[in-house]
């Protein structure tokens, strides 16, 4: 059976207040000394919590999150989902199943941070490319990467090279040290020049369909 993946992608320029905020989102919105980070925190915040209050039925300031002892909050009951903003976006992934999502906006990286990050078989994707087809190759690994231990939710403990993923158009788990790769689905997401996007998905073996919620709203990079 095909497991289904839902995206939503909204900007995170204007601000929507605190109405939508817990206590402590509010508190810690006002924390940030730059008022843009404020207002994008609490854009990319009352965005998921709209979202997740409109699938439940639930108000979004009632909703109750919890974390796992990795801090990956979770919702009691479901749907599984998780969170990422990059440039000025937020992408927001639900799924069935364990499922994480991670966006980036293209800029200029350092060959060590492949080296320092990366697996064997990453790094040696790599190696015959230059200028903007390492730079597309290297953010295409890293949100595959991403957004598959933000899945698993166990943070920075995992350690990044005991798996590989595909540095080329097809988006695939190719190695997982400590499971099965193939119950694991990667898909790219469709964000444009300059972006990179991918979701990972615990699929079972199964496809995994993308179905974009963004609405009438402009992709990043379009």
Not at 34 to 51: C, K, S
Not at 92 to 99: H, S
Request: hydrophobic fraction near 50%; charged fraction near 15%.
């Amino acid at each position: 059976m095909e497991v289904a993946v839902d995206l939503w992608l909204w900007s995170l320029g204007q601000d929507p207040g605190d109405g939508p905020l817990s206590p402590t989102e509010r508190a810690r919105a006002a924390r940030f000394l730059r008022p843009a980070d404020a207002v994008a925190y609490r854009a990319a915040h009352a965005g998921l919590r709209t979202i997740l209050g409109a699938v439940t039925g639930c108000a979004p300031a009632a909703l109750a999150f919890q974390t796992t002892a990795q801090g990956k909050p979770l919702l009691p009951g479901g749907p599984a989902f998780n969170l990422s903003h990059a440039g000025g976006w937020a992408a927001l992934a639900m799924a069935p199943v364990a499922v994480g999502v991670d966006i980036e906006a293209h800029r200029p990286v350092e060959p060590e941070v492949a080296t320092r990050f990366f697996s064997a078989a990453e790094q040696a994707a790599l190696a015959p490319l230059a200028g903007a087809a390492w730079r597309q190759a290297f953010f295409r690994i890293w949100t595959r990467k991403e957004a598959f231990v933000k899945a698993l939710g166990a943070g920075l403990s995992h350690p990044l090279d005991s798996f590989d993923v595909t540095a080329g158009a097809d988006a695939q788990l190719a190695r997982h040290a400590a499971g099965r790769a193939a119950d694991w689905a990667l898909i790219d997401l469709p964000l444009g020049t300059g972006w990179a996007g991918a979701v990972a998905v615990e699929a079972g073996g199964a496809p995994a369909r993308l179905r974009l919620r963004a609405g009438a709203m402009p992709l990043p990079g379009h």
